[in-house]
């Protein structure tokens, strides 16, 4: 089986053959059409997720894909050969990640969370939303931000960002995105209620749309300055958000608002919630690019249309 790989640590990923193994009990094989690039799996090259579960070596890289299974052994969590499925494929002792042609993984992935994809929902959109979608889930969650409230999305120009306006939205919260003026027009089409120049006075630009008061601000960047000047906005007992690690000592030390570092955790319950929105046409992935396997060795350009959105790779 060909996919793209490493055999050590630091190494630049390339196309490698190895045998797929037979499925062992619980687990299942799947035949991959579709996989997605996320931070997450330039982490993982370079070592820095080497004391999160165990890597094997060759290890074919990618986390987020979607296909159709193949084989089931043993107790596979109700899916059976020939179900659609998708979802974050981080296995216990990861070796088959989803940048192959197909891959074996627990039927319940230790690390990640997998379910059929919901009918009407492409291959190509069902491998981009994973990670990304419940990330957003997940931030939106933790802000504690209901219907009627107002937030303000740091990054709503990237993945993880582009779904958390459009679940914003879905819940019924009015949502404000500093972007660039290349992505505006594209954020207002997700449900973006305002955009703000990432250049303009914040508190002067909140009050001219009589939201000088925030709920919670979502922070997809890490820009911590940023972060410090937006938090001044939210209300007493609000929320900060962070999936950037852009709470600053400062930040976190003080009392008047809640401001917290979110990492992915629930992800069967947030894959459920994403993908029940993905049927109701709640939200879409922003699908920046599609290429094949050989090209998902370079690392693309910028789009210029100011939406960074998601690379997909074709595999069939």
Avoid: C
Wanted: no cysteine.
């Amino acid at each position: 089986m060909q996919g793209i790989g490493i055999e050590h640590y630091g190494e630049q990923p390339r196309l490698i053959d190895i045998p797929l193994p037979d499925p062992a009990t619980g687990e299942i094989e799947v035949e991959l059409f579709a996989a997605s690039r996320n931070p997450l799996d330039e982490a993982v090259a370079a070592g820095h997720l080497a004391g999160h579960g165990e890597f094997r070596f060759p290890l074919i890289l990618g986390f987020d894909g979607a296909g159709v299974i193949r084989r089931t052994a043993g107790a596979s969590a109700g899916f059976s050969a020939g179900d659609r499925v998708f979802g974050q494929f981080w296995a216990a002792a990861m070796q088959f990640g989803t940048f192959a042609e197909a891959t074996v993984v627990q039927a319940r992935p230790a690390f990640g969370a997998l379910r059929r994809i919901p009918n009407g929902v492409s291959f190509e959109d069902a491998a981009a939303a994973p990670t990304a979608g419940m990330t957003a889930v997940g931030a939106l969650d933790s802000s504690r931000a209901a219907s009627g409230d107002t937030v303000l999305i740091l990054g709503a120009s990237g993945g993880v960002g582009a779904f958390a306006v459009q679940e914003a939205k879905a819940r019924g919260i009015r949502v404000l995105a500093g972007v660039s003026p290349e992505a505006a027009d594209a954020l207002r089409a997700l449900g973006a209620d305002d955009v703000l120049p990432r250049d303009a006075d914040l508190p002067e630009a909140l009050a001219a749309l009589g939201a000088a008061e925030l709920a919670a601000v979502l922070d997809f960047t890490g820009a911590t300055d940023a972060v410090d000047v937006a938090a001044e906005s939210v209300r007493g007992g609000g929320t900060v958000v962070s999936t950037a690690y852009g709470v600053s000592d400062a930040l976190r030390a003080q009392n008047r608002i809640v401001a917290v570092e979110y990492v992915l955790d629930e992800k069967p319950a947030r894959l459920e919630r994403l993908a029940d929105a993905l049927s109701a046409g709640a939200v879409r992935p922003v699908v920046s690019r599609e290429i094949g396997l050989e090209d998902a060795l370079h690392r693309p350009a910028p789009p210029r249309d100011g939406l960074r959105g998601k690379t997909v790779i074709r595999l069939r």
